[in-house]
T-cell receptor
Framework: AQTVTQSQPEMSVQEAETVTLSCTYDTSESDYYLFWYKQPPSRQMILVIRQEAYKQQNATENRFSVNFQKAAKSFSLKISDSQLGDAAMYFCAYRSRSNTGKLIFGQGTTLQVKP | NAGVTQTPKFQVLKTGQSMTLQCAQDMNHNSMYWYRQDPGMGLRLIYYSASEGTTDKGEVPNGYNVSRLNKREFSLRLESAAPSQTSVYFC???????????FGQGTRLTVV
């Protein structure tokens, strides 16, 4: 069975600085997807970025980028130029390539952004 | 542009009471899911429906039942609520061959 681990329950960053959130996962599959979801206080789950395991290039979405290390089973999220609106809980998630689409989530990391 | 709609948003139940959480999506997705979110544990899959007419257990199915009423709707039922079912519940949907799930706003359920 696959597992996802986020070892940082809480992180903080100064506004305009850069922060990296860590995620490791365990799987015996070779083809899968990885995601970062943001959950602000509104409780809404927002997809931030996704990575396909067969792609070597790291995904980037504006100020958000990932460092995908397939051999190490590591998938970190880097937030550049942090903004107050980035304050939220962030979840790392794994999905097999099968059609069921089930997501396996990590425990979450709460990010605080200091003005 | 509703996406995934869950009702209710908040609910307080007494131990032993029953209730049904409703979920509907307007994106014509085949797959739908119910997750629960507990502090320090992320989201865990309760049940899912890969396509209309099918349902399967997830990681934490005990104490729940589901119904895939049609392609749009997927309900979660608690037959006899227990305090351990106090949680935030999320419904989600996704499409075959596409990546990423869309989530509803969540239901905060408290069982006293």
């Amino acid at each position: 069975a696959q597992t996802v681990t986020q070892s940082q329950p809480e992180m903080s960053v100064q506004e305009a600085e850069t922060v990296t959130l860590s995620c490791t996962y365990d799987t015996s599959e070779s083809d899968y997807y990885l995601f970062w979801y943001k959950q602000p206080p509104s409780r809404q789950m927002i997809l931030v970025i996704r990575q396909e395991a067969y792609k070597q290039q790291n995904a980037t979405e504006n100020r958000f980028s990932v460092n995908f290390q397939k051999a190490a089973k590591s998938f970190s999220l880097k937030i550049s130029d942090s903004q107050l609106g980035d304050a939220a809980m962030y979840f790392c998630a794994y999905r097999s390539r099968s059609n069921t689409g089930k997501l396996i989530f990590g425990q979450g990391t709460t990010l605080q952004v200091k003005p | 542009n509703a996406g995934v709609t869950q009702t209710p948003k908040f609910q307080v139940l007494k131990t032993g009471q029953s209730m049904t959480l409703q979920c509907a999506q307007d994106m014509n997705h085949n797959s739908m899911y119910w997750y629960r979110q507990d502090p320090g544990m992320g989201l865990r899959l309760i049940y899912y429906s890969a396509s209309e007419g099918t349902t399967d257990k997830g990681e934490v199915p005990n104490g729940y039942n589901v119904s895939r009423l049609n392609k749009r709707e997927f309900s979660l039922r608690l037959e006899s609520a227990a305090p351990s079912q106090t949680s935030v519940y999320f419904c989600a949907s996704s499409e075959w061959g596409r990546v990423g799930a869309f989530f509803g706003q969540g239901t905060r359920l408290t069982v006293v």
